[in-house]
């Protein structure tokens, strides 16, 4: 059973830093694709930055230049450096990761969701 935990979300100033991490169990680190989402109160879910199969990056404009995006597939683990934060970045960040079908492909738009953790940035 696949199972995602977040952890290191908080409290900070806008101009401050945190990093996320999202412990996979259940499932191999870069054996597909692997991301975090963010929900504002009232908003869509949106990806944030996403780590493909091939380990490609992709950010939301939002975040370029503020946050990265990495992973060690030894432990298991997925993060957010996140730098700079903006009262905007306020919301619940989720680790995601992809789910294979029935052939084993990878479906980007099928994953597996961690429980969610909050990152509130104040002025």
């Known amino acids: 059973q696949v199972r995602l935990v977040e952890s290191g979300g908080g409290s900070v100033q806008a101009g401050g830093s945190l990093k996320l991490s999202c412990a996979a169990s259940?499932?191999?680190?870069?054996?597909?694709?692997m991301g975090w989402y963010r929900q504002a109160a009232g908003e869509e879910r949106e990806s944030v930055a996403y780590f493909s199969r091939d380990e490609a990056t992709t950010y939301a404009d939002s975040v370029k230049g503020r946050f990265s995006i990495s992973q060690d597939i030894a432990e298991n683990m997925l993060y957010l450096q996140m730098e700079s934060l903006k009262t905007e970045d306020t919301a619940v960040y989720y680790c995601?990761?992809?789910?294979?079908?029935?052939?084993?492909?990878?479906?980007?738009?099928?994953?597996?969701w961690g429980q969610g953790t909050q990152v509130t940035v104040s002025s």
């Open positions: 259940g499932y191999s680190a870069g054996s597909c694709g």
């Open positions: 995601a990761a992809e789910r294979r079908d029935t052939f084993g492909f990878c479906l980007r738009y099928s994953v597996h």
